[in-house]
């Protein structure tokens, strides 16, 4: 079924899918995956039929034209698409595929900074009164020489770089191939929002808005770091000034989306929607369970942590504000080997899909995950990336030939286990891929999972029981086993069946209001009346 341009709210329930394009499927051989490749992938996402993921949006990483010091997020022009991965026309081609079945597109939103090859930063550095020099932060050295501060950059290192041709600084939060835009001059908004009239006025449906939390810059000379992207961030008030603007930039064109980049905890969620008016972002992602905290490890799979996070996500967010919930992305290791300490990441990534898909909350999930893509080790030679991201990027693995069904040449990473697979995944009933195609559409049919209320019914030791509602529709229980022994919820009498569990052995016993769920070691369900 096409999209319909009447359904405005459509991203409320929908399931969004993340493309990491360089990696999804490689249309012409040269080992990079490209648009021509998602456009030949677009029924295995989509095709209306349930042997599909059906999945209703797609979020595409950074096709932009770009040296690809940070793989496309240094964007040296924002309205084109790199030769690399295609051209505008294949670009519209991959649009109207998705439309046709059924699958927005969302595209990522460079916002903080542009690469150092973007003709602005080019014009910028050419002479202190270029006209784009303020489109940038620029300071004089410290007395005595050196950077004007000490704040450091994300990936490590001074956030500053000394333009030796004219003496001063420029500041990056992230590489120095990426100089941070300055979102307090008017022309910069300006031509920001330009940016993103042109790609809404191609069809694009919405954006994932990259990095906002660095948009604010701590005042000049203070003695802070640029805002790290992994650590307790904090969103400025001027953060979500400029994402109202970009908002109202989006309420020109009906039916579209923005979805805000942010490594802070729940309580700082609200600040990305613009609180209670809900006027900046219509989504920040919650990234509570793959965010490193503040002892350095990720969220453990832990059912009382689990259900203390959703508590203070309901309680920090706006009334009417979703959350969108991810557990995998391009930039932090696979869920399957985060969790994966005794051996055990496999089972947790079939709860997980239940859970991410069952949770009140927009799921956006990241390719591969659906077929539990562990995280590859690296050999030095074949690293990539700055940021040491490489081992969950690495290419879609559709089928076992040597290609994988990713490219008919060298992959620009190397592959995973040759056993993870779409092709056989696809013909086994008991699969991941099996699981998350069942829970997607199982999904659209329960008006409960989709956008109901969300009520934690039970918390016990190793378990968590949420109970989700919508007017004039069945009930739906989400219950969650993080233990590696079995456990028991209790069950008042209201749900008597199982309408899908990660586990053969998720059983029910006793009769009517003495019912019993036993749950096996790491294992999730959904249950009906
Ligand atoms: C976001 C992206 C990440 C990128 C960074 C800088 O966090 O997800 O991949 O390196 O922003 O643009």
């Known amino acids: 079924m096409p999209v319909d341009p009447l359904d405005v709210d459509w991203w409320r329930e929908a399931v969004i899918y993340q493309v990491y394009p360089r990696s999804f499927a490689d249309g012409d051989g040269d080992g990079v995956g490209d648009l021509r490749g998602v456009i030949a992938r677009l029924d295995y996402l989509n095709d209306g039929s ?15 034209p770009s040296p690809m010091a940070d793989f496309g997020y240094d964007v040296a022009d924002h309205c084109d698409v790199d030769p690399l991965f295609g051209d ?17 597109v969302l ?38 020489g050196g950077p004007p501060d000490d704040w450091t950059a994300v990936f ?24 941070d835009l300055n979102w307090e001059h008017p022309a910069v908004v300006d031509a920001m929002g330009d940016v993103l009239r042109f790609w809404m006025a191609r069809g694009v449906d919405g954006f994932r808005v990259d990095a906002v939390q660095q948009l604010a810059k701590p005042d000049i000379g203070a003695d802070a770091e640029v805002v790290s992207l992994i650590g307790e961030g904090r969103i400025d008030p001027r953060v979500t000034g400029h994402l109202r603007t970009v908002r109202r930039v989006l309420d020109e064109f009906p039916g579209r989306v923005s979805i805000a980049e942010a490594y802070v ?64 992305n391009h930039d932090v290791p696979r869920f399957r080997s985060r969790h994966d300490a005794d051996g055990r990441g496999p089972e ?46 690495t290419p879609m693995q559709w089928d076992r ?28 009933e008991r699969s991941l891929l099996s699981l998350y195609r069942r829970a997607i559409w199982l999904r659209k049919a329960e008006p409960a999972l989709r956008g109901g209320d969300q009520a934690i019914v039970h918390e016990g030791a190793s378990t968590l029981a949420l109970r989700r509602q919508a007017p004039g529709a069945r009930p739906v229980l989400l219950a969650l086993n993080t233990a590696s022994t079995p456990a028991r919820v209790p069950l008042d009498g209201e749900f008597a069946r199982v309408l899908l569990a990660s586990d053969e052995h998720v059983q029910l016993k006793g009769e009517a209001s003495a019912r019993t769920l036993v749950l096996p070691a790491l294992a999730a369900a959904w249950l009906v009346p």
């Open 348 to 393: 947790r990534a079939r709860a997980s899909a239940l859970f991410l898909l069952g949770v009140r909350g927009v799921p956006c999930m990241y390719a591969g995950e659906e077929i539990g893509m562990p995280d590859v080790v690296i050999p030095a030679e074949r690293r990539r990336d700055p940021g040491g991201r490489d081992g969950a990027r």
């Open 156 to 179: 490590g290192g001074s956030a500053w770089t000394l333009d030796v041709a004219t003496g001063q600084y420029y500041l990056h939060s992230f590489l120095p191939q990426q100089p």
């Open 107 to 144: 595209l990522d939103f460079v916002i903080n900074h542009t690469s150092d090859q973007h003709p602005w930063f080019v014009d910028a550095r050419a002479s202190r009164g270029s006209p784009h020099r303020d489109w940038y932060y620029w300071r004089d050295p410290a007395p005595g």
């Open 50 to 64: 349930e042997r599909s993921l059906g999945v209703d949006a797609i979020w595409v990483s950074p096709v932009y």
């Open 401 to 428: 030939s040597a290609g994988r069904g990713f490219t008919s040449g060298h992959p620009w990473l190397p592959f995973g286990p040759i056993e993870v697979d779409v092709a056989a995944q696809l013909d086994d």
């Open 265 to 328: 905890p729940p309580e700082e969620l609200a600040a990305l929607y613009g609180g209670a008016a809900l006027d900046a972002m219509h989504l920040a992602f919650h990234f509570e369970f793959i965010r490193l905290t503040a002892d350095g490890a990720y969220t453990p799979w832990d059912a009382p942590r689990m259900a203390a996070l959703l508590r203070r996500t309901q309680a920090a967010l706006p009334p009417g504000a979703l959350p969108c919930y991810a557990l995998a």
């Open 88 to 104: 505008l026309a294949t670009f519209d081609l991959l649009v109207r595929g998705c439309h046709a079945r059924g699958i927005r």
